[in-house]
């Protein structure tokens, strides 16, 4: 049974839900800000961003079961998962202290910077980064090694195919190609996600992993899928 955070429309949820968290919540938290520091020119628009931060950590909270969905489907780098997760629960700090500083100036009516002021312009500050963060490791797992990849292909063999010899080059942990049924795959960022151990695709880096895939998950859909989303292009067989 699928995860009620895991496809929509036959899609992934998380790319499509991860933008929100990593644009919408920024800007309000901004906003936020803004009428901290600026009352005169933000605190009208407080109220308006204080909605904006609840929107945005709903967003980051779908982004994270989301994301824990997409990784049993494809894999993500743990670095991203953590940083998921630190800004989910910043977020939600934030966004307490955002709803106290609103109730505190509809009482007082001053516009002063207290100490509740401050405490939101660091946690706030602290979620922009880890926005920034978030979305940064996110784009890095997608095209990093796609775009790498891409590059060295062109230096590679004819026709755009990649050698094994190419492949042997990339034989560490931390730069880990293989290949499997006359395919080239980047496992770097599945290694620490294999749900058998990060040894077993240790042990294939640099290799032709056709053998132990295929004896292992031979026919099994959803191991194929997993590879499949690593693909960086077809093996020479020359």
């Not at 050698?163 to 034989?171: I, P, Q, R, T």
């Not at 960022?189 to 053998?211: E, R, S």
Request: with cysteine; hydrophobic share 45%; net charge neutral.
């Amino acid at each position: 049974m699928e995860s009620l955070f895991d496809t929509v429309a036959g899609l992934p949820l998380h790319p499509l839900i991860v933008h929100f968290a990593v644009v919408l919540l920024p800007l309000a938290v901004i906003g936020v800000l803004a009428a901290i520091w600026i009352p005169r020119t933000g605190k009208r628009y407080l109220t308006l961003s204080g909605i904006g931060v609840l929107l945005g950590t709903l967003a980051t909270f779908i982004a994270r079961q989301s994301g824990e969905a997409l990784a049993e489907r494809v894999g993500l780098p743990q670095r991203h998962s953590d940083l998921g997760t630190y800004l989910f629960f910043s977020a939600l700090i934030f966004l307490l202290v955002t709803s106290l500083l609103i109730r505190h100036w509809k009482k007082t009516q001053n516009e002063k910077v207290n100490p509740l002021g401050v405490i939101a312009t660091v946690v706030g500050l602290i979620v922009i980064g880890l926005s920034i963060l978030t979305g940064h490791t996110g784009a890095e797992a997608v095209w990093k090694s796609r775009i790498a990849g891409g590059q060295e292909v062109s230096s590679g063999t004819a026709a755009g195919t990649i050698s094994m010899s190419e492949v042997a080059l990339h034989n560490s942990p931390e730069d880990c190609w293989s290949a499997v049924n006359g395919k080239v795959y980047d496992l770097t960022q599945w290694i620490d996600k294999h749900p058998g151990g990060a040894v077993v695709i240790k042990a294939l880096c640099g290799q032709d992993g056709t053998a132990g895939f295929t004896s292992e998950h031979g026919g099994k859909e959803k191991p194929e899928q997993q590879l499949a989303s690593y693909l960086i292009g077809n093996l020479n067989s020359g």
